[in-house]
């Protein structure tokens, strides 16, 4: 990073927020740096797809210096940030070199979290990486396997339920995916256990599964579940999840595969720069998004907490985006002497899928649901996959999925230091 | 698996051996019983291109009980074996239950294997098993991040040096792949190195590479090797590994990754059974693929050293898949009263690629070289891969990757135990 004398714009981050920060900074007299400790960008909505056997990873990620490749401005650094000294204006990277900044978006997002209840996790993993995807995975595919060779009957039930903990988008669509893999995907692969008679329990503590959606969407996708069988709790929340056994309300129910859906924790960003957080860790940001005392300081996305039109920003995907934008715009105004925009968050809509034949949306204008919604949701999610290559592929597996009922990608995978080569 | 009554075949080994033998017994009266440690059928041909980023792992890998739904005599169990006891007549799974069987098919084919040099094997990983493919694209696409982030020119040098041991067919397609990879598909992505600079060095202790194939053939395959600028060291044996260092002959060069492409050791099958083996580990089985003094029990593949037309069978997939059909047209004969047939291995052709515009292919009756070479090899594979899906899917991967150079599937996962989340 030779200084060109160039503003020097580093971005935290290779995900939604910190990708269309870069994207929307193209044109600018600066010199950017992104920094991820990755080196793709994952399509999140699409990863419980994985994580049930439909796509594989490849199909939703891309690597982020492939995506920056025509933008000579940009360098792309694989890299652990550790720290940020805002006195000095550098990051600190885990190898203790230093990229200094005349300005900083952080873009680095949230992961799933157990809120006091860390022991949990071991018993229910979440769903936030690639290879939390090829975990739950292995995990789902191998309690079918290990039912088939299981004699005793209440292991062999134990092992044939599966348990959602948590009614919100991801809860919902892996539920809807999980019971589909049993009763359609694997219904003839099995000679002693019968697949389709999986038990698939959905918890939600709250009083509706789709918290953030219209009530009249959360009833219907209520129903939708329960059509493919999906069994759902309301309004109980869960009190304790050990192995092999989780409990809500007065009910504990055994289960060989409980997964995690319920809660997320910013990224330690709070932390680097010593400003205050909410709860789930996130910087409360001003109003165009800097950080407070630091308006050479951009966060965005998950890892932030800010209001806009008097509502909170809700910490999906579109918002980061919408977030790494202004925080772009920001910075090109300021370099013009311009007055910087104002942020207002635009609600574009809410969107889950239940299963491959039903979906709900609600774009304000106009809600979807049925099999109209899900052929909208499909093909939205297909424009927003980045390339040709991988549209043509997502919709060859989804039109494949569709026509047999096979899922292309049912790969139980291990640790690469495991032994079972 | 209860008793019908029926003649009861255990095959150990879903690859291409044990499959083949599954698909031979269909239409015969026995019930059969196939186990294996994985729970997918790979395409170990290609299984160099996941390892490049060319392909992902669904693209050459199959649930084998998927590909058997359509047999119910089948039951597929997903274990590991540890043992035969060949008096009592059953196999032996890890959870100490037991498989009886009248008839055993052994198709567990061969590990890569260092041959007294064991602690060779963490500086230089070997390629069998899609974890393997993983964690040597990882390597692979690590090895250019680490080196843009490195400023000493002398540990950049060795970051950009990577060196393949032996001279086989892997040895030479990975040598071709990773040489495209740093030329064509990583050479506009980086901002402080130069991909297209990457030193790739093939090791061959024999005087050719393709040591098996015919000497022109060899011929033309080190100069497609040479003219993409893959160097190579022939007659000169590997006498040292080291981490970040090989020696062969009177030279240590310093590589970041080296990788193992040199010897296969057969599975415990010889062990299981306290029969002769060779010096890689195979069972000297009879001519009828059966092992000395147990005519039930047969063994196929790469497990096995037998004699054919008086000459060793090779290492071969094809081999595998004609010893599997055979087995089985030995049981089938046996149950009939038939006079069992005679062995008789057939040899297809030696076939291996050199980047995405050669290759060599000797059927025996037409030897093919270059692009008409490279067609017939890509034919010949999409033909081999098992369903319309990943047929479709590998030609889209690979119709892309020669129109644009780029590759899909540039991920770095780590192990799901790691922390890199």
Partial sequence: ????????????GGGFGGLSAAQALQGAD??????????????QPLLYQVATTALSPSEIAWPIRQLVRSRPEITTLLGEVTGVDSAAKHVVLDD???VPYDSLIIATGARHAYFGHDDWEPHAPGLKSLEDATAMRRQLLLAFEQAEREADPDKRKALLTFVLIGGGPTGVELAGAIIELARTTLRADFRTIHPEDARVLLIEGGQRVLPNFR???????????????????????????????????????????????AGVLASPAAKWLGVEADRAGRIKVEPDLSVPGHPEIFAVGDTVTVVSN?????????????????????????????????????????????GRSAAVIDFGWIQLT??????????????????????????????????????????ITYSEAGDKR
Same sequence: chains 1, 2.
């Fill in 1 to 12: 990073m030779t200084n060109t004398g160039k503003h020097r714009v580093v971005i935290i």
């Fill in 30 to 43: 600066v010199e950017i740096t992104l920094i991820d400790r990755r080196n793709h960008h994952l399509f």
């Fill in 96 to 98: 203790d070199t230093t």
């Fill in 215 to 261: 009530e009249n969407l959360s009833a219907y996708a209520l129903k939708a579940l329960q059509k493919l069988g999906v069994e759902v709790a309301l309004g109980q929340p869960v009190t304790q999840v050990e192995a092999g056994a989780v409990t809500y309300g007065a009910t504990t129910v055994k289960a060989a595969t409980i997964l995690w859906a």
């Fill in 310 to 354: 008097g509502k909170p920003v809700p910490g999906v995907g579109d918002a980061a985006k919408q977030g790494g934008r202004h925080a772009a715009r920001v910075i090109v105004a300021r370099l013009r002497g311009e007055t910087p925009p104002t942020f207002r968050y635009s609600h574009a809509g809410d969107i889950a899928t239940i």
């Fill in 370 to 411: 049925g099999w109209i919604g899900w052929w909208a949701w499909g093909l939205a999610h297909i424009y927003f996959l980045i390339g040709i290559k991988n549209r043509v592929s997502v919709a060859l597996s989804w039109l494949w999925i569709y026509l047999t009922g096979h899922r292309s990608a049912r790969l």
